[in-house]
């Protein structure tokens, strides 16, 4: 999947979320509601909606930024980490979530912020060259 497919997959998913959470509203018009959230085009939605726009890189950081998603958020797949490949995996993420539940906004924001360095680091910087 190319980093077009990839954007467009999760600007779907966005949009579908934010349908989801706004099931009491009528369905026409939900486009123009979520371009008012994004502060972006409607038409310019509409044509990303049905595959006849890219998403720019501009586009891609106003998105995360009005949703407050990390930077590069739009860029990575998501479904890839839906369901640990194993009981160790499985371990983690269960006290990860855990943790993460655990702490207040403030402390939430600081675990993102430090596990997104972690992540930009280079794999020797991180510590997750294999030794």
């Not at 499985?90 to 360095?117: G, K, N, S, W, Y």
């Amino acid at each position: 999947m190319n980093s077009a497919q990839i954007r467009h997959k999760n600007f779907l998913k966005l949009f579908s979320q934010f349908m989801k959470q706004h099931a009491d509203l009528p369905q026409r018009g939900m486009l123009k509601l979520f371009a008012q959230r994004l502060n972006l085009s409607e038409r310019y939605l509409s044509h990303i909606k049905c595959n006849r726009k890219n998403i720019g890189n501009n586009v891609a950081r106003t998105i995360e930024e009005q949703l407050k998603l990390p930077h590069g958020w739009m860029d990575r797949e998501h479904d890839v980490f839906t369901m640990p490949v194993d009981d160790k995996e499985r371990l983690f993420v269960e006290t990860a979530l855990t943790l993460f539940r655990a702490q207040p906004e403030a402390a939430r924001e600081i675990m993102i912020d430090l596990l997104r360095q972690r992540l930009e680091a280079s794999p020797w910087q991180a510590g997750l060259s294999s030794a």
